[in-house]
C-alpha cells in the first residue's frame, strides 16, 4: 500500500507540469484576457465601446502574435507564416514542425495548447450569436475581428499539425523500411544502364 500522495498524472491540465510554464501562462493569459476584457466591459465595467475595443483588439494583436511565434513553437513544436511571392504577389502558407525525435512534446503543453486553441474561437461565436440577439451590432464589429485572429491561428495551427503527422509519416515508411535507399540504387543503376 502506497502512503505518499501522488501527484497529477502527467498530461493533465496542471501548469506545473508544464515543460515551459512561463510560456504556458502567458499564452493563457492573452487567451483569457481578451474575452474577459470584452465581456466584463460590455456587461459589467463599462459600456465605453472604444476603450473596450482598443483593449481588446491590442490583447488579442498580442495573442496573435505570441501563439504563432513563441507559444506553438515551445508548446508543441509548431510554427507557420505566409510567405508572399514578389513576383506574382501569391502568398503561400509555410509550416514547420520540430523533429520528433530529437524534440518531444509534453504531454500537457499540447492538451492546454489545443483546448486553448479551439476554445476560443467557440467563445468568440457565442458572444457573436449574443451580440445579433441582443441586437448590439457595433460590438458585433469588435467580435468578427477576433473571430479573424482566432480562426486563422487554429486553421494554421491545425493544418501544420496535419502537415507534420504526414511528413512524419512520409518520411518513417520512406527511411524506416530501407525505401530510399532502395529508390535511390534504382535511380542511380538505371542512370548508369544507359
Known amino acids: 500500500m502506497e502512503t505518499a500522495q501522488q501527484g497529477p498524472a502527467p498530461g493533465s ?16 493569459f492573452f487567451r483569457i484576457s481578451s474575452l474577459l ?25 498580442m495573442d496573435f502574435y505570441y501563439l504563432k511565434n513563441i507559444a506553438g513553437r515551445r508548446l508543441v513544436g509548431l510554427r507557420w507564416w505566409n510567405e508572399v511571392d514578389t513576383a506574382t504577389g501569391d502568398g503561400r502558407w509555410v509550416f514547420e514542425s520540430a523533429d520528433p525525435e530529437t524534440r ?11 483546448i486553448a486553441l479551439y476554445a476560443q474561437p467557440v467563445l468568440w461565436i457565442l458572444l457573436a450569436i449574443l451580440a445579433l440577439v441582443s441586437l448590439e451590432f457595433i460590438w ?14 487554429t486553421l494554421a495551427f491545425s493544418r501544420c499539425d496535419k502537415f507534420s503527422h504526414a511528413s512524419g509519416f512520409a518520411s518513417n515508411a ?5 525505401m530510399a535507399r532502395n529508390l535511390a540504387s534504382g535511380v542511380i543503376g538505371g542512370l548508369f544502364r544507359r
Open 37 to 61: 476584457v470584452y465581456i466584463l466591459g460590455l456587461r459589467l465595467l463599462t459600456s465605453n465601446f472604444v476603450m473596450i475595443f482598443i483593449i481588446t483588439i491590442l490583447l488579442l494583436a
Open 104 to 114: 518531444e512534446v509534453n504531454a500537457t503543453d499540447k492538451r492546454f495548447f489545443w
Open 174 to 178: 520512406l527511411y524506416g523500411s530501407g
Open 140 to 153: 458585433l464589429t469588435l467580435v468578427v475581428i477576433a473571430l479573424v485572429l482566432t480562426i486563422t491561428n
Open 13 to 28: 491540465l496542471s501548469w506545473k507540469l508544464s515543460s515551459h510554464p512561463i510560456t504556458l501562462l502567458t499564452f493563457l
